[in-house]
């Protein structure tokens, strides 16, 4: 990863100090938005390419906008749980590789909802869920042994939550369709990558393997 140090060493001046605060923000206006002028988030701000090409362009931005919650009674909670994951995350990486994470996932939301447009001629409207799914997954790896309250009641290691979830959006990739398929698989793939590029796959090596059974 020799290019990403290089890369940040040039351009980490430019990242933005305590994100997660300004998007539990937007995330906030979102709740309000929906809450009390039901419609409109859909009608003006979601990612959707429809309206996109015909010259709305500030979807491409406001769909942060939508909530990972819209219920009354848990959003103060979720958004406090999202607060914490960002928070974490960005003092674990620095400011400048959470911001890359967090805008890669923006991105390929965008690039997912493109594609489906473009090849299906569907108008997904995709929201924040695989973002904040990508957030959630990422910290599990971190922090696989922190506690949370499910429920608020249960106590249940942030691990085991993460391979629930793992296996839900499974079984959702493998009963959608195509176009679900490349919008599960387009707006995780920042945490596949993240995955992928911090695992140590030489110890499953058959040389690695062959090796430690003649120490052995």
């Known amino acids: 990863m020799n290019w990403f140090a290089k890369f940040e060493k040039k351009f980490s001046k430019y990242a933005i100090k305590n994100l997660m605060f300004y998007i539990i923000v937007l995330y906030a206006i979102g709740f309000v938005m929906n809450t009390f002028f039901n419609g409109l988030y859909d009608a003006y701000f979601s990612l959707d390419f429809a309206m996109i090409f015909k010259g ?33 995350l960005e003092r674990i990486w620095g ?27 569907l108008s997904f409207k995709l929201s924040t869920n695989y973002i904040n799914l990508a957030l959630f ?37 493998i009963v959608s369709g195509w176009a679900g398929r490349v919008a599960i ?29 003649q120490f052995k």
């Open 56 to 88: 709305q362009v500030w979807r491409l931005i406001t769909f942060i906008l939508q909530p990972p919650s819209n219920s009354i009674i848990f959003v103060v909670f979720v958004l406090y749980f999202y607060y914490l994951i960002g928070s974490v």
């Open 95 to 121: 400011s400048f590789r959470f911001n890359v994470y967090f805008f890669t996932g923006v991105i390929l939301n965008i690039l997912a909802s493109l594609i489906i447009y473009l090849i299906w001629g």
């Open 137 to 173: 997954m990422a910290f599990a790896m971190e922090q696989p042994d922190m506690e949370v309250l499910l429920f608020f009641i249960i106590p249940i290691k942030m691990k085991w939550m993460a391979i629930v979830y793992a296996v839900l959006t499974l079984y959702e990739f």
């Open 185 to 213: 698989f387009m707006s995780l793939l920042n945490f596949i990558i993240f995955f992928f590029s911090t695992r140590n796959f030489k110890r499953y090596s058959p040389y690695e393997i062959h090796r430690r059974q």
